[in-house]
DNA sequence: CCTACCGATCGGTAGG
DNA sequence: CCTACCGATCGGTAGG
């Protein structure tokens, strides 16, 4: 369990079967066929099944939370701008956690139910903190007359679930471009949340 | 496999059991100690697994393609008030039909892909054409310059994996009332779509 | 709707 | 990373 590139060959492969398949339609010997290994070999590399599930989906948690961080702390133009560009930004950062490796992102969005119940709690909290994140942008601009008159958490809601909405349909050989997407997506939450007359 | 209302009731028990651990998740035995009998004596009611499976799915597909069929029927305002209205009507519908029964609406969304080879491709494209109504919707929007220049392929699975995401978080006992969440995203849908300068 | 049973497969361990 | 193996459970059938 030291060699990395062959555990994260183990998690690439997981992550494609989990995808297709979900986590309980995948056995191990799957997973062990797909790296080319016989299914008792995989214990050579993994604790357990859990454990790849976990693997990938705490991954992927943590690249959408250091996305966020990135916006939060970096764009300058977050105080001059408000709500409606931090919006923007954290939605095309969002898209492009999930555009950037799709399969784990559908794990992530998917199949982290089927963790064990401490890990499931612990992801449950850091999804509720992360969503948070994106109804205090909401909040802010609904005070400061940015925003139309909406419930910030159902408006967080529905923009974050639009965006997953992405693994379910998404193929990096599509027509459409992560950039093409991460625009249309950012243009398509910020007006969802504008006021009666349009932007001020 | 006559008796109906032991049929409905092993349904209801599967979709229930189908939502918290997935198809593949589930066994026919849970299915069975649900309803409170015998694993081997499901198949008095059932032919199996899939069977289940499909008899949920296809229901929920009826409903959502009834409720939009309603919808492009019944509203004699959609003429006059155009596609805006279409809209929030079609979303209005959708809402309905899921949160009527977020069980089977949860396994219609994420369980369908777990339908054998012909099943499935029969429901994507059921799916597919039920997305291309509202599609339609949004095009005329966007032709008569009621809309924004969006792409409405694009926009219409923005808007309609959004509204799916209910599935994920909706609680007949929660806070919000179905009538409450289906005109809060009515509205954010219909915002989504809007033209720069707002409504005309 | 039950008991009894089927072959296949499950996740995982032992021991090399 | 392999072979050999474990007990448990899988979906489903036979026969009543």
New binding site residues.
């Given amino acids: 369990m030291v060699e990395t590139t062959?555990r994260r060959e183990i998690e690439s492969a997981a992550s494609t079967l989990f995808r297709e398949r979900g986590y309980?339609g995948?056995?191990?010997?799957?997973i062990?066929r797909a790296?080319?290994?016989?299914?008792?070999?995989l214990?050579?590399?993994v604790?357990?099944?859990?454990?790849v599930l976990w693997s990938i989906v705490e991954r992927m948690a943590s690249r959408f939370e250091a996305a966020a961080d990135v916006v939060e702390a970096g764009d300058p133009g977050a105080l001059v701008f408000g709500p409606r560009v931090q919006l923007m930004s954290l939605v095309r950062a969002h898209v492009r956690v999930l555009t950037d490796d799709v399969e784990a992102a559908r794990v992530f969005v998917r199949e982290w139910q089927a963790l064990e119940a401490g890990r499931r709690d612990s992801i449950a909290s850091r999804r509720d903190a992360y969503e948070a994140r994106f109804r205090a942008a909401i909040d802010i601009g609904v005070e400061i007359g940015a925003f139309g008159d909406i419930d910030p958490a159902l408006t967080a809601t529905y923009i974050l679930t639009a965006l997953n909405g992405l693994v379910s349909w998404y193929s990096p050989t599509g027509r459409l471009s992560p950039r093409t997407i991460a625009e249309a997506y950012a243009d398509l939450s910020v007006r969802a949340v504008q006021p009666p007359g349009g932007p001020s």
Same sequence: chains 1, 2.
Avoid: E, F, M, N
């Fill in positions: 062959r309980s995948t056995s191990v010997r799957d062990a790296v080319d290994i016989q299914g008792a070999s214990y050579a590399h604790s357990s099944k859990q454990d």
